[in-house]
Nanobody, 127 residues
Framework: QVQLVESGGGLVQAEGSLRLSCAAS????????MGWFRQAPGKEREFVAA????????AYVDSVKGRFTISRDNAKNTVYLQMNSLKPEDTAVYYC????????????????????WGQGTQVTVSS
């Protein structure tokens, strides 16, 4: 079992920055690929970014490339999402998730590629 707790969300003006954190329980954090997803009201949950267990592979949805950076610290059992140049359309609840593999390729861009989910943290970007 892996328990995930997100933090760092909040209200920010457009072009501002936030850093989300996701703390994981358990001693096997370094075995899991990790992902960030988001869900806006009335919309489906969508992929944002993913990182392999070692941190050597990352992937992003096109809309956040160049603005968001995913990283992880396996010694701290934590994955991060640095979000810069935020836009109102980035407003959503952001979820982190853990996958039962080091890296599943395209599966890490889908919700079905993950077994464990956090409770989410709200990010609101005002114009």
């Amino acid at each position: 079992q892996v328990q995930l707790v997100e933090s760092g969300g909040g209200l920010v003006q457009a072009e501002g920055s936030l850093r989300l954190s996701c703390a994981a329980s358990g001693r096997t954090f370094s075995y899991y690929a990790m992902g960030w997803f988001r869900q806006a009201p009335g919309k489906e949950r969508e992929f944002v970014a993913a990182i392999s267990s070692s941190g050597g592979i990352t992937a992003y949805v096109d809309s956040v490339k160049g603005r968001f950076t995913i990283s992880r610290d396996n010694a701290k059992n934590t994955v991060y999402l640095q979000m810069n140049s935020l836009k109102p359309e980035d407003t959503a609840v952001y979820y982190c998730a853990a996958a039962p593999s080091s890296w599943g390729g395209l599966r890490q861009r889908t919700t079905t590629g993950y077994d464990y989910w956090g409770q989410g943290t709200q990010v609101t970007v005002s114009s």
